[in-house]
């Protein structure tokens, strides 16, 4: 366990305020062995593409 290398040194960049809890539990279930860190990273990835697609909205 311990630190998550693989995942980007920004985490919560590119994420929306209202979403950045979310990525917080990823990087908290991930360090607990829940999921790998590939699988973290694709979490995350899902969030921001959300928080893009949130951003985009007239």
Aim: contains cysteine.
């Amino acid at each position: 366990m311990g630190e998550l290398r693989s995942i980007s040194a920004q985490p919560f960049e590119g994420v929306a305020e209202a979403h950045q809890s979310c990525v917080a539990y990823i990087l908290r279930a991930a360090r607990h062995g829940l999921f790998t860190e590939a699988e973290a990273d694709v979490l995350i990835g899902r969030v921001r593409a959300l928080s893009v697609e949130l951003a985009d909205r007239p």
